[in-house]
């Protein structure tokens, strides 16, 4: 099968570092390719991520509404969060989806993982199923920069939103359309 063969790996011959921030970095690699080219590309070293499709048992999504620097505006996307130094994806999901909405869940399923764009960037944003409780909510606990408004909605309504190009954000499009092929009617 074409996918399971070996995938070759560059040379990193020089790194220069440009930027370092709490979040992510930014250097400069000078890179000799598989096919023998040597290339400087930019690079935005950045932290891994989850991102949760939380579930209730009665069809509802929790959906946040959270401003984003790089539009300039809020913006319709599924709760999520960086990967802490030492946290596991699964940590990492509860944690997020607590301090994010004040659910709490103990259903933890991994999707998929999926890169936005690996041409600039190694960030790795971990796909996560979760079940939640609507019994099991406390309070919100953001961190001292985030304000986030969440919502639980029909699926259907996600969907359609995703499908109308309302949600944007590439890990809630690739985690509904993920469920939806391959967990919704298994």
């Known amino acids: 099968m074409f996918f399971d063969q070996p995938l070759a ?6 790194e220069t570092p440009h930027y370092h921030g709490p979040i992510f970095d930014v250097v ?3 890179i000799k390719t598989p096919d023998g080219l040597t290339v400087e590309r930019d690079l935005i070293r950045h932290a891994n991520a989850v991102a949760m499709l939380a579930l209730t048992n009665d069809g509802r999504v ?3 509404r959270e401003y984003r620097v790089a539009t300039n505006s809020e913006v ?3 709760p999520a969060g960086l990967i802490d130094p030492g ?3 699964q940590t990492a999901a509860s944690r997020e989806l607590h301090e994010e909405t004040g659910y ?3 259903d933890l399923q991994w999707l998929t993982a999926v890169r936005s764009s690996e041409g600039m960037t190694d960030e790795t944003v971990n796909l996560v199923l979760a079940k939640i409780n609507l019994a099991a909510k406390t309070s919100q606990d953001f961190d001292k920069d985030e304000f986030v408004t969440s919502r639980l909605v029909p699926f259907s309504e996600l969907v359609e939103g995703v499908k ?6 590439a890990q809630t499009v690739a985690a509904v359309t993920y469920y939806l092929a391959f967990v919704a009617n298994s």
């Not at 790996?9 to 020089?14: A, E, M, Q, T, V």
């Not at 109308?164 to 954000?169: C, E, L, M, R, Y």
């Open 76 to 78: 319709f996307g599924l």
């Open 28 to 30: 400069t690699q000078k």
């Open 164 to 169: 109308a190009g309302k949600i944007n954000s």
């Open 9 to 14: 790996k560059g040379k990193i011959l020089s």
């Open 87 to 89: 946290e596991d994806w």
């Open 104 to 106: 709490l869940t103990h």
């Open 62 to 64: 929790l959906v946040n």
